[in-house]
Structures are given as structure tokens and as C-alpha cells.
């Protein structure tokens, strides 16, 4: 299994025999890029597509489909209520409006998706968002590597490599504080963590990190190194040949 919560969901009688060996970050293309495409830039940024004015803050959030699963209703209100407390920022949303996981289809009314459903219940300013659709993996590690913060939600499910990609590219990364995500995620430590449904933490973290994004770089340093040690495909590989060479030669 990837990840110790995963494991979890076994029933107890197999857990003795599944071990936890992550999937791999290839940190060959998802990596910090020392640094260099972090604010003070000279200029403009352009970043997935969206040129960013010298100064204006970044907030990503990825997800293939914009999904309660994911957090996109809790991202947009709380993108809303940064934006009323911050309002020289930026939001690149990278993904689809593809449902992906659980049954959001059983209540948006109608809409043709999630997102719709979610933009028609209250009026956001859409002159601060920039959704992106899909885009390739280095253009991905690009936006990661120079994003002001990351915010990611999850409820109790399977852990998206979209938050382990930023953190391998040293992304601050502000996420849900649910066990998926507390496996990987030390509050203050190696990133932030508020609670799902809490708009108002979210934003007050968001805007703290918006305000001073240097005090704050350690996380995002610490969250790579993190990565590099425990998650990269260097880490994880040794472990795989392991469990393989260990089966056969039963």
C-alpha cells in the first residue's frame, strides 16, 4: 500500500502482510528549481499560461476533477473570503470539470457539473481565478515550484499526488487536516493544516503565508527535503525490488 492510512482500510487480519512502500515523486521533473522562479522576480511572471503583474500573489489548487471529494467547494468560498482579505492575488486552478470520485452527480441540479453547481450557488469574482484545464507535467512542476501557496483539500480518502508533487517542488502547502493528510503534512513543520469545513482558518493561514511569503519558505524547504528522503523514486525504488526479490525467492 502507498501510504499508512491506505493500509489502514484493510481489514485487520491482512494488514501483518502488506507493507507500506509509496508509488515515487520523480523528482526529475517535480523539484524546487533552487528556488529561482520564487518571488522577487524581476517583472511579470508567466505561469501555466497566465501572465502574473510583478507583485501579485499566487495561490494554486489542482485537482483532476472538481469534486466535493476534493475540497472544491470549500477551495472557491475560501479563495473568496483570501481575496476579500488579500485582494492582490491570483488563484490558477489546474484540472477538470470531471467527476471523478463519489456522487456529486446525485445533487447539483441539473448543472453540467460540480463546478457549475458550485459557481451558481454564490456570486465569486471570477476576475481573480484562472482555470487552466489540464497541463503537462513540467508546465505542472513550473507552477509549483513558483506558487506563493498550494492549499489542498481531501475528505478521509485516498491522497492525491498533486499535494506530494508540490511538495516536492517546495511548495508552502496549505491542506485539509485529515488523516491522509496528516500522514505526510506537520502543522508548522513542513506545512500548514486547517480543518475541512473551516473557511475562516483557511483563509486567516492563507493570508498570513500571502502577507510574508519569505517566513514562511521554510516550510516549503522542509516539505521538499521531506520528499526527497522518503517519497522519491530513489527512496521508494530499493524498497519495491525488495518486496519483489523477497516474494520470488519464496
Request: hydrophobic letters at 45%; aromatic letters at 10%; charged letters at 25%.
Given at each position: 500500500?502507498?501510504?499508512?492510512?491506505?493500509?489502514?482500510?484493510?481489514?485487520?487480519?491482512?494488514?501483518?502482510?502488506?507493507?507500506?512502500?509509496?508509488?515515487?515523486?520523480?523528482?526529475?521533473?517535480?523539484?524546487?528549481?533552487?528556488?529561482?522562479?520564487?518571488?522577487?522576480?524581476?517583472?511579470?511572471?508567466?505561469?501555466?499560461g497566465?501572465?502574473?503583474?510583478?507583485?501579485?500573489?499566487?495561490?494554486?489548487?489542482?485537482?483532476?476533477?472538481?469534486?466535493?471529494?476534493?475540497?472544491?467547494?470549500?477551495?472557491?468560498?475560501?479563495?473568496?473570503r483570501?481575496?476579500?482579505?488579500?485582494?492582490?492575488?491570483?488563484?490558477?486552478?489546474?484540472?477538470?470539470?470531471?467527476?471523478?470520485?463519489?456522487?456529486d452527480?446525485?445533487?447539483?441540479?441539473?448543472?453540467?457539473?460540480f463546478?457549475?453547481?458550485?459557481?451558481?450557488?454564490?456570486?465569486?469574482?471570477?476576475?481573480?481565478?484562472?482555470?487552466?484545464?489540464?497541463?503537462?507535467?513540467?508546465?505542472?512542476?513550473?507552477?509549483?515550484?513558483?506558487?506563493d501557496?498550494?492549499?489542498?483539500?481531501?475528505?478521509?480518502?485516498v491522497?492525491?499526488?498533486?499535494?506530494?508533487?508540490?511538495?516536492?517542488?517546495?511548495?508552502?502547502?496549505?491542506?485539509?487536516?485529515?488523516?491522509?493528510?496528516?500522514?505526510?503534512?506537520?502543522?508548522?513543520?513542513?506545512?500548514?493544516?486547517?480543518?475541512?469545513?473551516?473557511?475562516?482558518?483557511?483563509?486567516k493561514?492563507?493570508?498570513?503565508?500571502?502577507?510574508?511569503?519569505?517566513?514562511?519558505?521554510?516550510?516549503?524547504?522542509?516539505?521538499?527535503?521531506?520528499?526527497?528522503?522518503?517519497?522519491?523514486?530513489?527512496?521508494?525504488?530499493?524498497?519495491?525490488?525488495?518486496?519483489y526479490?523477497?516474494?520470488?525467492?519464496?
Amino acid at each position: 500500500a502507498p501510504t499508512d492510512f491506505q493500509k489502514s482500510r484493510f481489514p485487520a487480519e491482512y494488514l501483518p502482510k502488506i507493507e507500506v512502500i509509496f508509488d515515487g515523486i520523480d523528482r526529475s521533473v517535480y523539484n524546487g528549481q533552487d528556488e529561482k522562479l520564487r518571488p522577487p522576480t524581476p517583472g511579470p511572471r508567466t505561469l501555466a499560461g497566465v501572465t502574473v503583474p510583478a507583485g501579485r500573489r499566487v495561490v494554486t489548487y489542482v485537482s483532476r476533477g472538481f469534486e466535493s471529494m476534493r475540497g472544491f467547494d470549500i477551495f472557491m468560498r475560501t479563495a473568496k473570503r483570501i481575496a476579500q482579505l488579500y485582494p492582490d492575488v491570483i488563484f490558477i486552478v489546474v484540472g477538470t470539470e470531471r467527476i471523478a470520485y463519489g456522487g456529486d452527480e446525485n445533487y447539483i441540479e441539473g448543472k453540467k457539473s460540480f463546478k457549475e453547481w458550485v459557481l451558481a450557488r454564490e456570486p465569486f469574482d471570477l476576475s481573480k481565478f484562472a482555470f487552466v484545464g489540464r497541463i503537462p507535467p513540467t508546465e505542472l512542476a513550473k507552477l509549483l515550484a513558483a506558487t506563493d501557496l498550494h492549499i489542498y483539500l481531501t475528505v478521509p480518502f485516498v491522497l492525491s499526488w498533486s499535494m506530494m508533487n508540490a511538495m516536492s517542488c517546495g511548495a508552502v502547502v496549505l491542506a485539509s487536516a485529515t488523516p491522509p493528510v496528516q500522514e505526510m503534512i506537520r502543522d508548522g513543520e513542513n506545512g500548514l493544516l486547517a480543518d475541512f469545513f473551516d473557511i475562516e482558518e483557511f483563509a486567516k493561514k492563507a493570508v498570513q503565508v500571502l502577507k510574508d511569503p519569505g517566513a514562511f519558505r521554510p516550510l516549503g524547504r522542509a516539505a521538499e527535503e521531506m520528499i526527497a528522503q522518503r517519497y522519491s523514486l530513489e527512496a521508494v525504488l530499493p524498497k519495491m525490488l525488495s518486496l519483489y526479490e523477497r516474494t520470488a525467492a519464496k
